[in-house]
């Protein structure tokens, strides 16, 4: 407290990061794609749920198709996968363990508390990082529609450049059915939880009226939430196909009298 001033922050946080030490695997798996010396797999039941093709770009055109070791059926603007073993060959062999999954290593919270006179302000800020989240749209092509983020920059017969694969439908192209990096994704947040503002009325003027409290507010709910490698779903809501209902942003505004 500082004068007419009063303020409170509370401030909380939590680490977490796990490692197998030892179980029994497959006989003769690469290294790369051990879980022993790793983080449990987000499935424990489905370990290769977490082993990932390595995208490195798009083929521009068939030239860059025909001399890049490629997936069956690939053709130009679609998403190239690392020969991570160098046999010029791409198939489950070349599928990299990730050592990250949609579990953050990181979560913390930031509550402000403020009082000046009549005036009250409050808020709450919630974050995390360190997890990745692999994102499966199903619902697209000839049974939904694009996201803006695939539909901007990608690639075309006139826009052999683009930073975006050609366009899919559902999960028929290799990039999008097979599990790789291309479709993981950063969910580190930030996200601006409540916020609220009042103000009550002086208690001289409340005695007068026989009430003890006066109070108007407002408030916010999921006002603001920045997720720069996580833009296009609650980063949050660890479904993979992104069928849940979004996170919805509330605006309140009330009066509480007590007599």
Do not use: C
């Amino acid at each position: 407290k500082t004068g007419n001033f009063k303020y409170r922050i509370d401030v909380n946080g939590g680490y977490a990061k796990n490692k197998i030490t030892f179980w029994d695997e497959s006989p003769g798996a690469p290294v790369y794609q051990r879980s022993t010396g790793h983080p449990m797999p987000t499935d424990p039941n489905a370990p290769d749920n977490d082993l990932y093709y390595q995208a490195i770009g798009i083929f521009a055109n068939q030239t860059s198709v025909d001399k890049t070791p490629h997936f069956p059926g690939a053709r130009p603007g679609d998403v190239i996968f690392k020969d991570v073993n160098g046999d010029n060959v791409i198939n489950a062999n070349d599928r990299v363990r990730n050592d990250k999954n949609d579990i953050p290593r990181f979560t913390g919270g930031l509550g402000l508390n403020f009082e000046y006179k009549q005036w009250d302000l409050s808020a709450l800020f919630q974050g995390a990082t360190g997890a990745v989240r692999y994102l499966r749209l199903e619902a697209a092509g000839n049974f939904g529609n694009y996201l803006l983020s695939d539909f901007t920059d990608r690639w075309t017969p006139d826009n052999t450049t683009g930073t975006k694969p050609r366009m899919f439908d559902r999960l028929d192209q290799y990039y999008r059915s097979e599990r790789s990096t291309y479709l993981v994704h950063k969910n580190d947040y930030v996200r601006l939880k409540n916020v609220e503002l009042g103000y009550s009325l002086p208690n001289h003027i409340l005695t007068k009226g026989g009430i003890e409290n006066f109070r108007v507010f407002a408030s916010g709910y999921n006002l603001f939430t920045y997720s720069p490698g996580y833009k296009d779903f609650d980063p949050e809501d660890n479904n993979q196909g992104s069928s849940n209902y979004p996170a919805q942003r509330i605006i309140s505004v009330g009066l509480s009298v007590t007599f």
